[in-house]
């Protein structure tokens, strides 16, 4: 398996513009979560997905944010209107089962720049 | 608010020197504890984790200590290597969050040759 694919890997955007982030997670995987990474906040979860159904959305900065996972093997993350404070690295993960001892493997993350 | 805290934000440390990380939390509902590496341009990978019913967990030169009643726990690099500089993360977790992880802010490790 690939891994945890994440795409674009950069993504540099004029502020007020939509952005859509997307997230491929390893086959057989049943939980999938997003989560942001700045300098100044570190990592933050901002919403998991488990059997494709949202669970807890707590984490989304603002109704700004929305994401989805129309199927098992695809989830979106997007900001409309964009903002130059949303400039971060997100990050998708995805892991088998909710168990604990289950690895939560990370995909290489999304680079994004509101200019 | 950071749940899990975590120090020191960076450390250097010698080759063959013993880099030490630690974390603490609040939440007695935390059940499991990884540790996160974390290389430029990459995503965070498990490094190794621990559950509350145990004190210690060792693999390879990487080892985790656990302090209940304290709260707290460390990662410990033996024999640190230059391609251990990486930033680390401690996290916690528990099931009710479908162990969504909560990291710390995490520690940049610079080991000299």
């Known amino acids: 398996d690939a891994g945890v694919i994440q795409s674009p890997r950069h993504e540099v955007t004029e502020m007020g513009q939509e952005v859509t982030l997307r997230c491929k997670p390893i086959s057989g995987h049943n939980s999938l979560f997003w989560y942001r990474q700045t300098m100044m906040r570190g990592l933050e979860l901002l919403i998991y997905f488990n059997n494709n159904v949202p669970i807890d959305d707590s984490g989304m900065p603002e109704d700004r944010f929305s994401a989805k996972m129309p199927n098992a093997s695809f989830s979106t993350l997007k900001i409309q209107p964009s903002e130059p404070r949303d400039s971060a690295v997100y990050f998708c993960?995805?892991?088998?089962?909710?168990?604990?001892?289950?690895?939560?493997?990370f995909g290489q993350g999304t680079r994004l720049t509101v200019v | 608010q950071q749940q899990v805290k975590q120090s020191p934000q960076s450390l250097i440390v010698q080759k063959g020197g013993i880099s030490i990380i630690n974390c603490a939390y609040e939440n007695t509902a935390f059940d499991y504890f990884p540790w996160y590496q974390q290389f430029p341009g990459k995503g965070p990978a498990l490094l190794i984790a621990?559950?509350?019913?145990?004190s210690e967990k060792k693999e390879g030169r990487f080892t985790i200590s656990f302090n209940k009643s304290a709260k707290q726990f460390s990662l410990h690099i033996m024999d640190s290597q230059p391609g251990d500089s990486a930033t680390y993360f401690c996290a916690a977790t528990f099931s009710n969050s479908g162990y969504a992880l909560n990291f710390g802010k995490g520690t940049s490790l610079l080991v000299t040759p």
């Open positions: 993960a995805s892991s088998f089962d909710n168990r604990p001892s289950t690895e939560a493997f």
């Open positions: 621990i559950r509350p019913d145990v």
